[in-house]
């Protein structure tokens, strides 16, 4: 098979660097582009990047000439790592001059025509691309992945909402370092500490999930009558971010049933067996003292949302604890595996 050319966007960042180790032997995909900002354009990818990812550079991208961001070379199709400050401008450009744009970041996300997809819960929002495609009048199109704290919430919900009606859940996170880029939390902020905020992390997870888990109704999507409350806080912890949730369902269900729901959900990736999907979505672990991000977080190369002490409450039906890596199925995985997705329901053809 002829490989799909892509360009990264952001390649330099915390993001961008998984996609650039995530991608070095892509049996579908090859990077022929690394973009960043004018500080980074014109030199190596190696002068450029401060790698901190623990294995090498891949050597085909360690000598690569940085770009700037302008849609000017040889891709079908750019994955998006890009900073928030810049990331909806640049975006919307590449996908108006007819580039598929695969992206991580929060800009684009809720607007109504651009799908916000995990492709085990809602490979169906797919049908809002025509008409995106439509309003650009060009064949480019922007498809986005949820926050990282959101993409592990939203793949546990999707089977528990399907089999049992969830009306409210409270949410507690514990977000790793990683999560807000590099250089990100200064060290004296960071050791020996937790801080009980991060911008803007909450409305997020308050609100993606609500469009994940809604249906397309006459090319819109009716966002799921559920509601969530969501307390954000950074710990001292390199990658994996963990939530402690708790759930209040229509249909009170028994913890076997939750375990049985939660350890047999596939989805679309795994019926087409795309290269990155893991086997099992979501790994339920019985281990009281599981999941650990140390432990849990590299379990199915990152792409598994681990789930573990589900048991009863006494303020709801049910709580949990999940693990999900955020740069990999929580950032650069979940964009990889929603190209896959593109490619296979044939929209890269
Ligand atoms: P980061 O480490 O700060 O990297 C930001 C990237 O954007 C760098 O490549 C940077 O290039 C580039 N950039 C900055 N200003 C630019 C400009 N004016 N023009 C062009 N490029 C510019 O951030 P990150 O953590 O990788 O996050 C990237 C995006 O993914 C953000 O929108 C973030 O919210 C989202 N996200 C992050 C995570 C995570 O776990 N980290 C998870 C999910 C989603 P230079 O190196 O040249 O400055």
């Avoid at 990658?239 to 939660?262: A, N, T």
């Amino acid at each position: 098979m002829v490989k799909i050319k892509v360009g990264i966007l952001g390649s330099t960042g915390a993001v961008g660097q998984r996609f650039v180790q995530l991608l070095e032997n892509h049996p579908w995909f090859e990077v022929i582009a690394v973009c960043a900002s004018e500080r980074s354009s014109g030199k190596t990818y190696k002068e450029a990047a401060n790698w901190k990812i623990s294995s090498k550079i891949p050597s085909k991208i360690a000598n690569l000439k940085v770009r700037s961001c302008e849609p000017n070379f040889g891709a079908q199709l750019v994955f998006s790592g890009l900073d928030s400050s810049v990331a909806g401008e640049i975006e919307d450009n590449f996908a108006n001059q007819g580039y598929i744009v695969v992206s991580n970041s929060k800009n684009h996300r809720m607007e109504k025509d651009v799908p916000l997809l995990i492709p085990e819960v809602n490979p169906d929002h797919l049908a809002l691309i025509k008409l995106q495609q439509k309003r650009r009048q060009s064949k480019g199109f922007i498809v986005t992945n949820p926050n990282c704290t959101t993409v592990g919430l939203a793949m546990v919900l999707k089977p528990l909402h399907d089999a049992f009606t969830i009306k409210s859940i409270a949410v507690t996170s514990m977000q790793a370092l990683s999560g807000a880029g590099y250089p990100g939390v200064s060290s004296l902020d960071a050791l020996d500490n937790v801080i009980p905020f991060i911008g803007g992390e909450e409305e997020k997870v308050e609100t993606e999930p609500l469009k994940l888990l809604g249906t397309v109704k006459n090319g819109q999507v009716i966002f799921a009558p559920l509601k969530i409350s969501a307390s954000c806080n950074r710990v001292s912890v390199r990658d994996g971010h963990m939530e402690s949730v708790e759930l209040i369902f229509s249909k009170k269900p028994e913890i076997s049933q939750v375990i049985k729901v939660l350890s047999q959900f596939k989805g679309v990736p795994q019926k087409f067996e795309l290269p990155s999907a893991p086997p099992a979505p979501i790994v339920v672990t019985e281990d009281e003292t599981r999941p650990q991000p140390v432990l849990d977080r590299d379990i199915e190369n990152g792409m598994s949302v681990v789930v573990g002490r589900i048991r009863k409450s006494n303020v709801s039906d049910l709580k949990l604890t999940l693990l999900v890596h955020n740069t990999i199925r929580g950032a650069a995985g979940a964009a990889i595996l929603n190209a896959e997705l593109l490619q296979a329901k044939g929209f890269l053809n």
